[in-house]
């Protein structure tokens, strides 16, 4: 897979994340069915997907820099370190998809963090 594909995939992965996260803070799906099940709250809901939609919007903002779709803001270093620790945090929400109470998000939700760590990495790591 190349660094293009890599990125434009990641695109893909990121814009349904950020409409699948607006659709829980506009209560479209219901937050009891997202975050393991844990989230106690609609308060607890807010904050959760208010962070969520600022991660993804800059992790998307980083990638289409890479990819050269926008003018580069940040540093080439800058842009690894960003990748770097999205693989890290998408590996580490892995693993913690696999223990979430909802069977559709233990599903679902680790083969997208699975594959989003991967592609990450192939991006960050393409010469």
């Known amino acids: 897979m190349t660094q293009k594909s890599a990125c434009n995939a990641m695109?893909?992965?990121?814009?349904s994340a950020l409409l699948l996260h607006f659709s829980i803070l506009t209560q479209l799906i219901d937050y009891r069915n997202v975050w393991?099940?844990?989230?106690?709250?609609?308060?607890?809901?807010?904050?959760?997907e208010t962070i969520s939609i600022c991660f993804?919007?800059?992790?998307?903002?980083?990638?289409?820099?890479k990819a050269g779709y926008i003018k580069q803001h940040f540093s080439n270093k800058?842009?690894?370190?960003?990748?770097?620790?999205?693989?890290?945090?998408?590996?580490?929400?892995t693993i913690g998809n696999l223990f979430a109470n909802?069977?559709?998000?233990?599903?679902?939700?680790?083969?997208?963090?699975?594959?989003?760590?991967?592609?990450?990495?192939v991006i960050v790591r393409d010469k």
């Open 11 to 15: 695109i893909v992965i990121l814009i």
């Open 36 to 48: 393991g099940g844990k989230l106690a709250n609609e308060m607890e809901m807010y904050v959760f």
């Open 56 to 65: 993804n919007a800059f992790l998307l903002f980083t990638i289409l820099q």
């Open 78 to 93: 800058v842009v690894s370190i960003v990748l770097w620790s999205f693989v890290f945090v998408f590996g580490i929400n």
């Open 102 to 121: 909802n069977l559709f998000e233990q599903i679902a939700g680790t083969a997208v963090t699975l594959i989003s760590s991967i592609l990450c990495f």
